[in-house]
């Protein structure tokens, strides 16, 4: 198993990312790749590597929509990247997560890469999803013009 530090070191200067990688606990950094696109990267309880991003609140109008829009996007795996779509505890926040084992560094660099761009994605569509003007067919959230 790669060393989570070694590799967060080697994205950290790969990215130019500023300042130095905040660590929470051993194995476990905070990495900030866009004004709202924070994400935890962490080394799971069965030593893979987690990568945690919040998506936003569960928006307001039409919230059973968009919570049947994230359960239809988990079971069949769309638009998620292989990742899992989830609740906190209170049913108010919504998050991005994904475990994956690199075999190097650059496997660890795409993976995070991946997941930073479904995690951008997701939050723009709960954006959409919490405007009065969010259309919903057949399930499915309509893009805003």
């Given amino acids: 198993m790669l060393l989570l530090e070694e590799l967060m070191h080697n994205l950290a200067k790969e990215l130019?990312?500023?300042?130095e990688l905040k660590t929470e606990s051993p194995n476990t950094y905070k990495v900030l790749f866009g004004k709202d696109l924070q994400v935890?990267?962490?080394l799971n309880e069965t030593n893979s590597i987690r990568c945690?991003?919040?998506i936003g609140s569960l928006p307001t109008e039409?919230?059973?929509?968009?919570l049947s829009y994230l359960a239809f996007a988990n079971l069949l795996g769309e638009g998620t990247g292989d990742s899992v779509i989830f609740l906190d505890n209170e049913g108010k926040l919504i998050y991005l997560s994904r475990d994956f084992t690199p075999s190097n560094y650059v496997h660890f660099k795409e993976n995070v890469e991946m997941f930073v761009n479904y995690l951008?994605?997701?939050?723009?569509?709960?954006?959409?999803?919490?405007?009065?003007?969010?259309?919903?067919?057949?399930?499915?959230?309509?893009?805003?013009?």
């Fill in 120 to 145: 951008e994605m997701w939050q723009k569509k709960r954006n959409d999803a919490a405007s009065k003007e969010a259309v919903y067919q057949n399930g499915i959230l309509q893009p805003l013009k």
């Fill in 52 to 54: 945690l991003g919040l």
């Fill in 40 to 42: 935890t990267i962490s």
């Fill in 62 to 66: 039409k919230s059973e929509d968009f």
């Fill in 16 to 19: 130019s990312l500023p300042g």
